[in-house]
């Protein structure tokens, strides 16, 4: 069955630097997204992608945050001087179609660790 | 905006009984409904979704029901297993917009 994969699954960081987190969605897929999980807390979303452009954002989004599709298969977040606010679990997902209602299928996550 | 809450942090039951977990919903805009397993170290997986224009959903050993009147949404695991022990989310979205996740109910099932 086909998996949304994610990279690297751990990734720890110095506070105040830059990472990006990888995501390959599943291949049929046109809407990408992009969530967090602080610890013990509920999931949340941060952004969603669409035809190469953004389709919605949370407030948490900011201008620290950027993502990108550089190729036909990466889909990638990057988040800019990080804080120690940042640490949390980071989940990409993909849905297919251009219907509004389809499943978001998660990958496993990225866990960041700011120190 | 959404909010989506559960109802128990906390569900235990043994092996081979039905699991009912309860999920709140407060935007009545809302018009899609879903529920994912969360297993230790791993991402949400997709267990089945609603469309606000039904009632009830089945898949395998899961049914999902939605009542729109009190904006209430609940998932029932039949014949609960071992394997079935996770943190589930229910979540939802109106027309494509951001998934809301509601805080997980611990669903631990002891043989």
């Known amino acids: 069955e086909p998996e949304v994969t994610q990279t690297p699954s751990h990734q720890v960081t110095q506070m105040g630097q830059e990472v990006i987190l990888r995501c390959v969605p599943i291949?049929?897929?046109?809407?990408f997204y992009w969530y967090r999980q602080i610890l013990g807390q509920k999931v949340e979303f941060l952004v969603s992608f669409y035809n190469n452009e953004i389709s919605e954002k949370s407030e948490i989004f900011d201008d620290q945050f950027s993502v990108e599709r550089p190729d036909g298969s990466n889909f990638t977040l990057k988040i800019r001087s990080t804080k120690l606010e940042d640490s949390a679990m980071y989940f990409c997902a993909s849905s297919e179609g251009l219907s509004s209602n389809q499943p978001q299928h998660f990958g496993d996550g990225t866990r960041l660790s700011i120190l | 905006g959404e909010s989506v809450g559960l109802h128990l942090p906390t569900l235990s039951v043994q092996e081979g009984d039905n699991s009912i977990i309860n999920c709140a919903y407060s935007?009545?805009?809302?018009?899609?409904f879903i529920w994912y397993k969360q297993e230790s170290g791993k991402g949400p997986q997709f267990i089945i979704d609603i469309r606000s224009n039904m009632d009830k959903r089945q898949g395998q050993r899961v049914t999902v029901l939605l009542n729109k009147t009190v904006k209430h949404l609940s998932l029932q695991i039949a014949a609960t297993q071992p394997g079935d022990s996770a943190v589930y989310f229910c979540?939802?979205?109106?027309?494509?917009?951001?998934?809301?996740f509601g805080k997980g109910t611990t669903l631990s099932v002891s043989s």
């Open positions: 979540a939802a979205n109106q027309a494509g917009t951001a998934l809301i």
């Open positions: 935007n009545s805009a809302s018009d899609y």
């Open positions: 291949s049929n897929h046109l809407y």
